[in-house]
C-alpha cells in the first residue's frame, strides 16, 4: 500500500464545465476501461457480502443514531441502496433516502431536492450528517454538502468522478445525452444550466471527502475518482456492485464509527501508480 493521492490532470478537470456537456464527438472513453462485462460481478459481490460476518455486524460499531443519507447513482433510484439502508439501519443509524425514484433530472433539480432531506435530517437531530453518494450520486453530495457545510459532517463517495464527471464508458455517456434530450424537453433548457454546478464541483470540498473506487470499475475510469483535497480509498469490484461491496461495507463501518480518524485497512488502499495525465 502506497500513500499519496496523484492529483487528476489539469486538462481533464474542468475540462467541459465551460460548456455544461461536452461536445457531440465526445462519446466516452474507449480505451484503458475494464470491459463492461464485468459489471456482472455486482451479484456475485452481493452473495459475498451477506455470508461475510460483516453483514451481521462483526466489527460494526453501534450507530448511535448518527444521521446518514444515501444517494442514488445516475438513473437509479433509492431502492439501489436498500441493502445498504437496512444494514445501517440495523446498527443503530438515523438513514435517509432522498426520494429518488430515477435519478436523470438536471444536477440543480436533484440537488434541490437532496438539500431539503438533508436540512431537515440536520434539523430534527440537531447533529451533522454524513453523505453516502454512489457514482452521480456522490457528485450531487459534493456540491449539497459545499453549500451547507454546517449541516455535513463528512461527504463518502463510491465511484464518483469527482475528478472528471465525463470520463465515463461509452454506453454511459449515451445515457447522459438521452437525460439531456429528455431534460430539454421537459424543462426547455440547453446544456448550459450544468455550468454553474460543475464549477461548484470541482471547487475545493468545504467538508471532509473520501472517494472510494475501483480500478476494475467498467462504468466510470478510477482515475476520475481521484482529487487531491480528498482522502482516496481503493477496493476492488464492479461499478453497479459499489453498494454491496464487502471492502466498501468495511470502511464504511470506520468511517461512520470514527469520521474524524483514518480508514485504510485490509478492506481499501490509497492509489498507486501512473497519474491521470500519464494516461
Known sequence: MTTGTPPPSPSRRGRFGGRGLPPLRY?????????????????????????HPV?????????????VLLIPGFMAGDSSLSVMRSWLLRFGYRVE???????????????????????????????????????????LAKVVADRHPSAVE?????????????????????GVRLAHALNMLRYAHGASVEQSFLRELEAPPRVPLTSI????????????????????????????????????YRLLARLLAYPNGAATEEGGSRPSGPTAAEN
Not at 29 to 50: C, D, F, I, K, T
Not at 107 to 115: G, Y
Request: aromatic residues 8%; hydrophobic residues 40%; contains cysteine.
Open 213 to 248: 473506487y475501483s480500478r476494475s470499475d467498467g462504468i466510470v475510469h478510477w482515475q476520475a475518482c481521484l482529487r487531491p483535497e480528498a482522502e482516496c480509498l481503493e477496493v476492488d469490484g464492479s461499478h453497479v456492485g459499489l453498494g454491496v461491496n464487502l471492502q466498501v
Open 154 to 174: 463528512r461527504v463518502i463517495t463510491l465511484g464518483s468522478p469527482l475528478g472528471d464527471p465525463y470520463d465515463i464508458h461509452p454506453i454511459t455517456m449515451a
Open 27 to 51: 462519446t466516452g472513453r474507449w480505451h484503458n476501461q475494464p470491459p463492461v462485462w464485468l459489471e456482472g460481478r455486482a451479484a456475485l459481490e452481493y452473495l459475498r457480502l451477506v455470508r
Open 55 to 67: 453483514f451481521a455486524g462483526a466489527g460494526v460499531q453501534p450507530g448511535g443514531g448518527r444521521p
Open 97 to 139: 433516502l432522498p426520494g429518488l425514484v430515477f435519478n436523470v433530472r438536471y444536477s440543480e433539480l436533484v440537488a434541490r431536492k437532496i438539500t431539503v432531506r438533508l436540512l431537515k435530517l440536520n434539523g430534527w437531530l440537531g447533529r451533522r450528517v454524513t453523505i453516502v453518494g454512489h457514482s452521480r450520486g456522490g457528485l
